[in-house]
């Protein structure tokens, strides 16, 4: 006998002996050890629980989450510079996000954006897993998307423009998924290029300088590189590149990895960049540049000195005196991994310690507050002139300085500093009031001093070095040195000169200095192309390799652009509409089902069902629709397919057609469709009624027998292809589509809607939702993603049932991943509609690039999950690490375990190197080198490619067990794997009542239930194990000396 068999052999034993005992109980009743483990399962209850609130008040603190507002101390920041954004999102918590958006029409967040990034269609990408499409989104209008997505006051801008605002659940986290987005495309490793169909500028290698190195310069080279400018020098005084993002934002809120990322995109696309080149009499200057060939220059220095008030003037670092611009670079440059290929290093960490006094009340000032935590201060106070309602810092800012125990101070005007042996002891402050015409006056009466060791000032910066001024020759200066622009054109006195960002004055925000970037590089286009300003802007998008990929089909002789098509449905219920649909860029369109005896529209003809719960608005799971064919006539149809081919000579029309069982209408209509220059006819049986022998009437798409006939009948009138729509509504739809084939069909749609009813009031009535008027509950035909599961069963049985049979797929399309699923299991095409009923039009966008990208990554990154990285140890988004006490046991993240994992990360900070860990937010392994040889896939190669993976039960191998395996690092301990395993399993999950970790027990069979509840991404997860390997792991009875 085999290992296999005699470990067989042993479990079958075990197995009977454990029954035996099992079965001296009830059973009916759970075994002792069962009973044991649902100690903790809900229960009904029959009284009421009563507790001493003494008691909840200690237990509270036991199950409590993040930081504790009664612990007065914080815990302890210093060297801990990990990411702290409360915007930071996990793909689990993006994609919910991203689904709760409305988006709406003329989008007042899009609006609210300086550079007018298309917020709804980057939000409508992350929801369908597509993020290269969204990152293309942002990168189009954005190209530092990236720091926008980490840094940017959204809460003023886009968010606080957000409709969901008037709603409980509030407005999206637009940023966050910004970042998020962005984040996954930089770990895609796929480089900038410049589009191919860009029409080539005249003269594209004159000369252009940009002074400057940060997202302003940086995103103006960006631009004119995508024109086709050849000759780009950006030059830029410090050692490396990206400005204030790179030098002075600290690193748990700007990583230098997202900086560098931006950068090497820039440097993509050819540009040359000039570091240690700054702008200086000795140096760049403007006058210097334009005599030596430039023919247009952007300059944005930004404001690189500090305002300092009389008081400050003279004091020094040594002192315990900083300035933002004198702290923030040396905290920055010390703490960010990778910023100039450096490592972050502990002992340049600027050393503060007792209480700092922050002066200002901007997102700099609050910036350097939590810094200052960072670099070893106990106490931090943030002083301002102004009330709290009224700070300049976005709210995120303030509350999580307030949130680490930073204090603030409102109406509070430095007075005056005190020293002790030449250091910082304390300060003092004057009341500051605002009076009712809006002036603040100064109360030197009403005084009070902090103790203070340092004192670091953030008022702001302006230009007042002499030699800079004088670089800046010949431009036309205001009061405040800096250069005099047109606000619409950024052009300066001098008139190939443009300038924008901080330096001009007129922006305020990295997002600002970008649009600045974006303004200029059009401007200086149409300077050098000698067009007006106001010629309407022509600025390329982003544009990588991905966007080259082949996603055209053929099929029956004809060429498709893309496999997307309008499914026959009130999307292409008129010929106007199927119009907008080509120009937005769909490849085909079935039009909406018409006969020769039209039929009247009933209303409501559309409904919503609650097959998606309570949700309201879009991503509504299923639609009812009750609306047959057309109420449009056969001669209407025919005209409209003749001026839609004549514009679209390039798009493939499908007309659907339909008549009652009789040859002559069927002839006749089929031969009029096909002179009125239709590509294919698609041929809609599922509704038609007619009487059998019996007497009973009897829908023809029922009846094979039928579909053949019809087909025939066509087939000898019409040399055009000939799909023919199979209805779900049948136990065997391989036989119809047998049927088809045999009556000369060149292909079928699979499927039609589901007969289904529309949701039933608990009166027996619904109502229409627009007049208000009560109506009876009819039968509609079932649609949207709700029929993916029946309509891809259907495409693949019917793909293995008549092979090389094409199939256009239709029935719950909702994204290039599902479409992906239908072509993978046999489809060529696909047919959309619920998701326009969802969105609009625009969605072939998404569909497009999210297909294109599926196809190129499953070639670049194999191990990826379609466009869906591998998921790292994480919880809120942020890397969590795995820690266990002395007794090797593991700690939970909540409670009083949180309290012993806060205590052991500050030791793990800073490692024996003097390397600061926490500073390094890798998550995601690098991708391999790019190669240029990549062979991506076609979609005529693809189709039908996932059915070797599609098995009947009675095919797979029964010896396979699957054991599950949860990841305590990212569980979140809510237990619901252990009440569905419980009630729907095997009892096979132990809760544990004080760390409410989850433990797979000897009773596991790998069912998935648990797996299919977890509200968590890949926090459980189906291990594969051969049964001896099992049988070992499981049965305290078998030993390795007997399976090997």
């Known amino acids: 006998m085999n290992v296999f ?13 454990y029954q035996n005992q099992r079965h001296k109980s009830k059973i009916s009743c759970d075994p002792p050890e069962v009973q044991q483990r649902l100690d903790l399962h809900p229960k009904v209850p ?28 914080g815990h302890n920041l210093a060297y801990d510079f990990s990411d702290i954004k409360s915007s930071t999102l996990s793909e689990r918590a993006a994609i919910k996000e991203a689904t709760r958006c409305l988006k709406c029409a003329d989008a007042p967040c899009q609006k609210s954006c300086p550079t007018q990034v298309d917020i709804k269609s980057f939000i409508g990408s992350i929801a369908n897993k597509n993020y290269y499409g969204a990152a293309k989104t942002i990168f189009s209008d954005s190209p530092f998307g990236t720091s926008c997505g980490m840094i940017c006051p959204s809460c003023s801008l886009c968010a606080g423009s957000c409709n969901l605002d008037a709603t ?12 998020f987005a962005t984040e996954v495309f930089s770990k895609m490793g796929i480089q900038q290029t410049i589009d191919p169909c860009i029409p080539v500028p005249d003269k594209p290698d004159r000369q252009i300088c940009i002074v400057g190195g940060g997202p302003s310069s940086l995103t103006c080279a960006t631009y004119l590189a995508r024109l086709g400018y050849t000759n780009i020098h950006v030059y830029e005084k410090e050692e490396f590149l990206g400005g204030l993002c790179a030098s002075e934002i600290p690193h748990f809120r700007l990583s230098m990895s997202a900086v560098n990322f931006e950068i090497s995109m820039v440097r993509d696309l050819g540009v040359q960049v000039h570091c240690n080149c700054p702008l200086h009499t000795e140096g760049i200057t403007i006058e210097k540049l334009l005599s030596e060939g430039a023919c247009a220059i952007y300059l944005a220095i930004g404001l690189p000195q500090p305002r300092l008030l009389p008081m400050f003037k003279g004091l020094t670092a040594n002192m315990g005196f900083y300035t933002s611009k004198s702290f923030m670079p040396l905290a920055t440059k010390a703490s960010k991994w990778g910023l100039c290929g450096k490592k972050a290093m ?26 200052a935590l960072r670099c070893g201060a106990k106490k931090v106070f943030v002083a301002f002139r102004d009330q709290m309602c009224n700070l300049h810092a976005v709210p995120e800012e303030v509350a999580m300085a307030v949130e680490e125990k930073c204090e603030l101070i409102g109406f509070a005007s430095p007075h005056k500093v005190h020293l002790e042996n030449g250091k910082m002891s304390s300060i003092t402050f004057a009341r500051s009031t605002q009076q009712d015409d809006g002036k603040w006056i100064i109360d030197d009466k009403q005084l009070t001093t902090i103790p203070a060791d340092f004192v670091i000032t953030a008022y702001g910066s302006w230009l007042e070095d002499e030699n800079m001024i004088k670089a800046l020759n010949p431009l036309k200066l205001d009061k405040g040195n800096r250069p005099v622009v047109d606000p619409n054109t950024l052009q300066t006195s001098v008139e190939n000169v443009f300038s924008g960002g901080d330096v001009t004055g007129l922006s305020g925000t990295v997002v600002d200095a970008i649009n600045d970037g974006k303004a200029a590089a059009w401007h200086i286009h149409c300077l050098l192309q000698e067009l007006p300003f106001e010629t309407k802007c022509k600025l390329p998008r982003f544009h990588t390799n991905i ?27 008129s010929a106007p509409m199927i119009r907008r649909a080509f120009e937005q860029g769909w490849s085909f369109a079935v039009t909406k089902t018409f006969t020769s005896n039209p039929h009247s529209a009933w209303n409501p003809q559309i409904e919503r069902t609650e097959r998606s719960g309570y949700n309201l608005g879009p991503h509504q799971k299923a639609f009812f629709n009750v609306q047959v064919s057309s109420d449009k006539s056969v001669d209407y149809w025919c005209e409209a397919l003749v001026e839609l081919k004549k514009d679209f000579p390039e798009k493939i029309i499908i007309a659907s057609i339909s008549c009652p069982h009789a040859v002559e209408d069927w002839t006749e209509l089929s031969k009029k469709v096909e002179a009125s220059c239709a590509d294919a006819l698609e041929l809609n049986m599922s509704w038609v009624e007619c009487e059998t022998d019996s007497g009973k009437p009897s829908i023809i798409g029922e009846n094979p027998e039928y579909v053949q006939e019809i087909v025939s009948w066509v087939r000898k009138s019409v040399k055009i292809p000939i799909f023919v729509k199979l209805t779900p509504n049948v136990t065997n739809i391989e036989q119809f589509a047998i049927a088809a084939k045999n009556g000369g069909a060149d292909g079928v749609t699979v499927m039609n809607t589901l007969m289904g009813m529309i949701d039933m009031k608990p009166e027996g009535q619904t109502k229409n939702a627009q007049t208000e008027l009560r109506c009876s509950t009819i039968f509609g035909g079932l649609s949207g993603s709700s029929m993916r599961p029946i309509a891809l069963a259907a495409v693949a049985s019917i793909s293995k049932a008549v092979p090389n049979f094409p199939i256009l797929g239709t ?7 599902t479409a992906l699923q239908f072509i993978r299991a046999g489809a060529t ?35 990826w999950h379609g466009q869906s990285p591998p998921q790292f140890k994480q919880q809120k988004g942020k890397k969590v690490h795995t820690l266990c006490n002395n007794a090797g046991e593991f700690i939970p993240h909540f409670g009083l375990y949180q309290k012993e994992r806060e205590k052991q990360m500050t030791e793990l900070h800073v490692n024996s190197a003097g390397e600061l860990l926490s500073a390094d937010h890798t998550t995601v392994p690098d991708p391999p080198p790019l190669t240029k040889d990549l062979q991506i896939p076609k979609i005529n190669d693809i189709i039908g490619s996932g059915l070797k993976e599609v098995l009947p039960h009675s095919e797979i191998e029964k010896r396979e067990q699957l054991v599950a395996l949860v990841d305590n690092d990212i569980c979140i301990n809510c237990g619901k794997c252990y009440m569905a395993c419980n009630d729907s399993g095997y009892q096979a999950i132990e809760f544990d009542k004080k760390t409410h970790l989850p433990t797979i027990t000897d009773n596991c069979v790998g069912c998935g239930m648990c797996r299919s509840v977890c509200p968590i991404i890949d926090c459980i997860k189906c291990k594969n194990h051969e049964l001896c390997i099992f049988l070992f792991l499981r049965s305290s009875n078998i030993y390795a000396t007997e399976l090997i």
Not at 811 to 817: I, P, R, T
């Open 168 to 179: 409980e659940e509030g407005p999206i986290k637009i940023r966050g998924l910004e970042h």
């Open 346 to 371: 502990a002992k340049n960490i600027p050393r503060l310690h007792g209480t700092v006094v922050v002066l200002g009340g901007g997102d700099t000032a609050f910036h350097c507050a939590t810094t």
């Open 811 to 817: 029935g719950g399309v909702e994204s290039a991943q």
């Open 547 to 573: 966007d080259e990929v082949d996603i055209s089909v053929e099929l029956c002789g004809l060429k498709f652009e893309n496999p997307f098509g309008l499914a026959s449905s009130p999307s292409s219920n």
């Open 5 to 17: 068999g005699r470990a067989k052999k042993c479990f079958d034993l075990n197995y009977v002996q």
């Open 829 to 863: 095409l696909v047919q959309v509609s619920g998701a326009i009923h969802n969105q609009d039009y625009t969605i072939i966008e998404d569909f497009c690039t999210g297909l294109k990208a599926l196809l190129y990554l499953s070639v670049r990154l194999p191990d």
């Open 46 to 73: 029959q009284h009421i629980t009563l507790i001493p609130t003494v008691t909840t008040k200690k237990n509270v603190f036991e199950w409590k989450r993040g930081f504790d507002k009664l612990d007065k101390k």
